[in-house]
């Protein structure tokens, strides 16, 4: 009704049709007021659901179900008041009363701000256990309420009369795990009930289920966790876990895998990215997922753990534990930050491997280090100085050159950044393969990723299940672009049958780098500037682009291996447009299999893997009962979409079902005379494995962000639109300025002609509509005209 004297006010209501379709008919007052409905309803209870004196039950649960039922025809609650038991402690009396019997205890001190319900009613039911035979019998019937019962629409909101049923907790779990919020699961529901109050439960019984089910979990989270992988593993022998413990039993370590990572990590493995993240599950644990690349381009999980602390001890555990699963030879490169714990520990457990650190990381700390003048003088020099270097020597000369010109000759964080060149400059480390990789970025946009289905109030159980929910999600999107690879073909645009050749080969992800390159070829020109019986030596350069940067392409006669000065094949595993024109010059029209890297190809997971974990070798497969499941799920619902069509298919359906249901039943019954299953589906608290919770613990990464120069500039800078002042606190929306004038412009149309202009439009809804309307939506303005109007439109409608 605010919206529609707010409408009337604007000028946006152009009929008296529109006041029609908000407001309600006079005539039709509002519905179930609470002194007049609700006091006057008298509910119609058919005689065979009412309770009689001598009525007999076979259990309590009859009783309770049996008064239920009544209760809700009639419109109240009811609760169990009183029960006694004998000697045996066997309930042998039990009394239900409606849920407004007794008094209230009034108490000053509660902090929940709860109104009184207890009103002393005398309704009740009272059952006896039967002396004759086994059951109850009622021996007291007490029908009569001291209150107004609560009419049909409202009766799901009585407490004995909302239940969160199984098939619920089950979809909602199902619901969470996919990331979906209560309240949205509250609206899948409605859908399904067709209506909030056909939902059988209200949302706050959806978060009170939530927190019994954490309540009882509480204190098993890390057997519970073991369970799990212990039952991943019974499904999947390829699964892997380690889990480490202190002297109090208390989990500190974890590390895990599954098959399908470990068979990326054959295919994929030669580039790892390594990074910590926080604020994933309810103790604080670091999160700690090693990462690389398909060969779609796209991010692939090779393992992960829980960490309590961030400590070289720490990530030398999982680096060892990471290499003792993974079916392949350590990584040739791992990227990480410049993380002093991580480097030793690297040092220590991959010595063969190259460590590289995240270029990303330091340059952005440019703007924080060097001091804002030099950053904004000098920073582009620094930038082209590492993005486009090609040789250490050329790097080294340009560094001196830019730092003798802007006085940081002496400047210790340049000193330390020049001091490890070797990790982190293009300069340094385009020789080693990386997949075109220079920072721990994709590690960082995985945690964004994976941060959508995970919370920092997840259990660790919980966090495993959320976290295979989202990593399912990343394989189906690579499952969709091998799914591509086999139907869609790219669009050449040469006619080089090498380029043809390699559409066949690489996958769309590599060909599109390897199109863009071929493209080229015809621009450069290549001239031959050393030649000798070992070796010869050309320049490529493009023709048409003076003063740009030539390239060198070395050949060596012995091996016919081609190398260019810009080192992209090394670098990313896709020759470079300089090579491909030396191969164009000399008429090799086929691309030779020493630049075809197979991890960029269609083929790049057609290879067989084994296990060597156990005591002989077993080829490493996914085959579990998730994958019989998928089968079996697939052909039902194909089966069903076609049986429900018309009622004989779905009674054939059915039929089929039920039969299979009872041989099932009848199987596992034969099974208990000594044969087991091999999979157990239901995971228990897993108390047996003696494993307690870990200690809620703190990370160096979970205080505040840290900002850099330029963010610090651009806060302090802050301009307000109001008052046009820099370096506020405020801005337009609260500007003390702005709310002052609005103050004094409210009082200057304070006037005689219109002084009564907002309590007359307040009286005139009053009257009309029986509303209260706040005096700030009047707010200044003035107008008999417009008061006029409202007025006849209130009078022509009613």
């Not at 019998?137 to 239940?163: A, I, M």
């Not at 602390?309 to 990227?335: R, V």
Request: aromatic share 10%; with cysteine; hydrophobic share 35%.
């Amino acid at each position: 009704m605010v919206y529609l004297f707010f409408c009337l006010l604007v000028g946006r209501m152009q009929s008296v049709d529109d006041i029609q379709l908000l407001s309600p008919s006079p005539s039709q007052p509002f519905e179930e007021s609470a002194n007049s409905s609700e006091a006057l309803y008298t509910p119609e209870v058919k005689n065979e659901v009412i309770p009689k004196i001598a009525q007999q039950f076979k259990s309590l649960e009859d009783v309770f179900k049996a008064y239920n039922n009544y209760a809700f025809e009639a419109g109240f609650s009811v609760r169990i008041n009183s029960s006694k038991t004998d000697k045996n402690r066997e309930t042998i009396r039990k009394e239900y009363v409606c849920y407004k019997e007794g008094e209230s205890k009034c108490s000053e001190a509660s902090q929940r701000q709860r109104g009184l319900t207890r009103e002393k009613c005398g309704a009740k039911l009272t059952v006896v256990k039967n002396r004759s035979g086994e059951g109850f019998v009622v021996t007291q019937f007490v029908e009569g309420h001291s209150h107004p019962l609560t009419t049909p629409r409202k009766k799901h909101f009585l407490k004995s009369h909302r239940r969160v049923s199984v098939a619920q907790k089950a979809l909602t779990q199902q619901l969470a795990a996919a990331n979906v919020s209560t309240s949205q699961q509250m609206s899948v529901l409605e859908l399904q009930a067709g209506g909030l109050e056909n939902i059988g439960c209200l949302r706050r019984d959806f978060y009170n289920s939530q927190r019994d089910m954490r309540k009882y979990v509480d204190g098993h989270d890390a057997n519970m966790l073991k369970e799990l992988f212990e039952t991943e593993k019974e499904k999947n022998q390829g699964f892997t876990y380690t889990i480490e413990e202190d002297d109090e039993h208390r989990l500190t370590h974890c590390f895990w895998a599954d098959a399908t990572s470990r068979k990326s990590y054959q295919y994929f493995g030669d580039v790892v990215v390594f990074d910590t993240t926080y604020n994933t599950n309810k103790y604080c644990l670091m999160f700690a997922p090693l990462l690389g690349v398909n060969h779609h381009g796209q991010t692939t999980l090779f393992g992960c753990a829980f960490l309590s602390d961030e400590k070289s001890e720490s990530f030398e555990w999982l680096f060892k534990e990471f290499l003792k699963a993974m079916p392949g030879p350590p990584p040739k490169m791992i990227i990480t930050d410049q993380d002093p714990a991580m480097t030793r520990a690297i040092a220590c457990a991959l010595p063969n491997t190259f460590h590289r650190y995240c270029i990303w990381h330091i340059v952005s700390k440019f703007s924080e280090k060097i001091g804002a003048l030099a950053y904004k003088e000098h920073y582009e020099e620094f930038k082209k100085c590492i993005w486009n270097s090609e040789s250490p020597e050329e790097f080294d000369a340009t560094w001196a050159y830019i730092v003798g010109k802007s006085n940081l000759s002496t400047h210790q964080w340049l000193q330390a950044m020049y001091e490890i060149r070797g990790r982190w400059v293009p300069a340094y480390t385009r020789h080693i393969f990386s997949a075109h990789m220079t920072s721990s970025q994709r590690a960082e946009i995985s945690h964004a990723f994976f941060k959508r289905y995970l919370s920092d109030n997840n259990s660790m159980y919980e966090f495993v299940t959320r976290f295979e929910r989202a990593l399912a999600r990343l394989r189906h999107n690579e499952l969709d672009l091998d799914h591509k690879d086999i139907n869609e073909k790219p669009v050449l645009k040469t006619s080089w049958s090498m380029e043809k050749k390699m559409s066949e080969l690489y996958t769309l992800h590599s060909f599109k780098k390897f199109q863009e390159e071929i493209f080229q070829v015809g621009a450069y020109v290549l001239t031959i500037l050393h030649e000798d019986e070992c070796r010869s030596v050309w320049k490529v350069h493009r023709e048409e682009m003076e003063g740009s940067r030539g390239r060198e392409v070395l050949v060596d006669k012995s091996s016919n291996r081609v190398s260019c000065s810009c080192q992209m094949f090394e670098f990313d595993g896709i020759p470079c447009r300089h090579l491909l024109a030396y191969l164009s010059l000399m008429q090799i029209r086929e691309l030779p299999s020493t630049y075809i890297l197979l991890r960029w190809t269609k083929t790049a997971k057609a290879g067989r893997v084994f296990d060597d974990l156990g005591s002989h070798q077993k080829l490493l497969c996914d085959s579990s009962l998730l994958v019989r499941r998928q089968g079996v799920f697939q052909l039902a619902y194909t089966v069903l979409d076609d049986a429900v069509l018309d009622e004989e298919g779905t009674e054939i359906v059915r039929e089929a079902l039920l039969s299979s249901q009872k041989k099932i039943a009848f199987m596992r019954g034969s099974r208990q005379d000594g044969s087991t299953s091999s999979i157990q589906l239901p995971i228990s608290l897993g108390s047996q494995h003696g494993l307690k919770e870990p200690l809620k613990v703190r990370a160096k990464g979970c205080g505040k962000r840290l900002k850099g120069g330029k963010e610090k500039a651009v806060k302090k800078s802050r301009k307000c639109h109001g008052c046009g002042l820099l370096g506020q606190s405020h801005d337009k929306r609260n500007c003390p300025k702005l709310m002052n004038t609005s103050s004094q412009d409210a009082t200057m149309y304070d006037d005689d002609d219109d002084d009564d202009f907002a309590d007359e439009c307040m009286c005139l809804l009053k009257n009309y509509m029986g509303l209260r309307v706040p005096s700030y939506l009047i707010g200044p303005i003035s107008g008999n005209a417009l008061k006029d109007d409202i007025s006849i439109r209130f009078s022509c409608f009613y």
